[in-house]
């Protein structure tokens, strides 16, 4: 109870654990939790493959929801994080399958493992935000646009959801009742909703490197061709960087890591520096 009580929880878990209570299916939501665990466990490995770390969490029933809120990340990044979760599951899933050749009387045992954890693995895949999908696609139209513009589009794409399953859950109260569509409205209109109790991965060294009196900085030229995502990965993690850019006219402005940041979150990474007034 005491773990229990320090991680945060989504309310809408709470639902999922009463309409599993309320069928009878108690059993069931505890492999949900697991199924989460190895979904996560994808997004943590890889996210600190690339040297981000999980400042806060909480748990929703899509797994432990993380946000970006801080954006301090390359869109690449983000689309990588975002799907290691759902590969995580499908490969869980294609161990078990496997062990089933081997071990036919394993599958009365863990069938219920692999419907779970490939339902999971498909409804992250689904374009809307905070689902795993709706972060790859904010990822691939930040390449675009902004990524303040990116969470709009995504956020549509939420309400479009929502009212497909709506239409989907009336169906069912005639034909074969499932609330399992309106337990997804739920989800995704709660992730539209802002809250405290939102996740982010931050990218360690990079922003928040520990810089020592008199030590030695990292100087790049760069031209007006060089695009703000090139800038971003050229960031040094154990050195401030500063760019020179090595403007067509012969001028020479200064670029700092604050500035790169800023420049960022307000236009695609792929600008060229040519196309801002600097």
Known sequence: MRILKKIPIHPSFYLVFIWFAV?????????????????????????????????????APYGVALNYKDSKFL????????????????LFCIVIVANWWIFPETYFY????????????????????????????????SEKISRKKALKVVRFVNIVF???????????????????????????????????MEGEYQLTDVFKKKIKNFSSVKFLAVNEQSSIGELMRAVDSAKLTIFCLVQDNGKTVILTEKKVLSLCLKHPITTKLSQLDI
Do not use: W
């Not at 290691?84 to 599951?89: D, K, L, R, T």
């Not at 009212?163 to 995704?188: D, E, G, K, R, S």
């Open 75 to 90: 869109g690449k990044d983000e689309i990588k994080i975002a799907l290691a979760g759902p590969i995580s599951n499908i």
């Open 162 to 196: 929502c009212f497909v399953f709506a239409i989907c859950f009336v169906v069912t109260c005639f034909v074969n009742y499932n609330p399992t569509f309106a337990l997804m409205i739920v989800f995704l209109l709660g992730g539209m909703i802002e809250s405290k």
């Open 23 to 59: 069928t009878g299916q108690t059993l069931l939501f505890f492999i949900l939790i697991f199924c989460l665990l190895v979904h996560e466990m994808g997004h943590y490995l890889v996210a600190k493959k690339l040297k981000y770390k999980l400042s806060s969490f909480y748990l």
């Open 110 to 141: 863990t069938s219920e493992f692999v419907d779970l954890s490939m339902g999971l693995a498909l409804f992250n895949l689904l374009p809307a935000y905070p689902l795993d999908g709706g972060r790859v696609m904010v990822g691939l139209l």
